[in-house]
């Protein structure tokens, strides 16, 4: 990997929760709000569900198992917010459907959505099983999908709600190695934009509000792996691995208060947008939402020769 084939800020970058969306700053801003996190027995997961909790919002933390949640039900329980604890395979609808059902007979109804749950396979297509690398497209961006097909009517009778989709820098590069992951990740992107539009169209932008959000450079489980030995034995370690490494500088909690910043409302001009949770929402605020939309500016677009556009 070249990193320069992707450029590098001039402006400096967060590596930690700062002012704007600090715990003391968002203190109460969701006091009340009930938020499901998928994927939340840890890591990022973990992080956002104890940042929502934080500030103030009861949450709903899913995982394949239950006992995957007990260090972050008690961390969550520890802030004085009520807890629920669900396992789900969030790709399978009838699954999703009955869990979310359940979390409204038992906290209430749902005001946040954060799409978290996501796994990567780091294989070239060539050698992988079709169904492993379709299991990416069916955690990284069916399951959202399904979640929030289930979430929408439920948020349009309340008049309002948040989602935030966990996506990636990845889903806008090429690295090869990880097709599913990238792919996913691009359509989630994607997704976010055109859901926000689709939200406009039924006047129901902003009071529901989306976003996709890349958590930064987390050394998780899933983020430090590296290939398996048969991927490495026939194309040897395709990463530059000091580089790599020194990518995974940022904690979990940076993007867990960004989400609890967005769930707040405090960030709704940026909605529908892709945004970088190491670049400070307000130096993003401050640019304007008219602005930042009339210059395609965070969102997935293509450059083509100068000259060759639409038809007039």
Known sequence: MDPGEFGYSTLPLQHAPYDAISPATLENSNTG????????????????????????????I?????????????????????????ACDVSDRKAVVEIFDRIENELGSIEVLVNNAGILN??????????????????NFKAPLITIHTMLPRMREKGGGCIINIASRSGTVDVPMTLGYVTSKAALIRATHTLQKEMELDNLDPAIHLYALHPGGVLTGMGGSAAKQDVLDKYGDVRDEKFFMELFKDPPALCGQTCAFLAS?????????????????TRLLEKGREALLKEKRNALTVNFLDGYCNEP
């Open 122 to 139: 780091q294989r070239p297509l060539i050698m992988s099983e079709f169904d492993d690398f379709w299991r990416q497209i069916e955690v």
């Open 265 to 281: 409302g405090r960030g709704k001009e940026l909605r529908g947008l892709y945004l970088d949770c190491r670049q400070d929402v």
């Open 33 to 60: 709000k009930l938020a499901v996190i998928t994927g939340a027995g840890r890591g990022i997961g973990a992080a956002i569900s104890e940042s929502l909790a934080k500030s103030g919002a009861n949450v709903a």
């Open 62 to 86: 899913l995982d394949l198992k239950v006992e995957n949640l007990e260090d972050t039900r008690k961390a969550c329980e520890a802030l004085g917010v009520k807890v629920g604890v669900y």
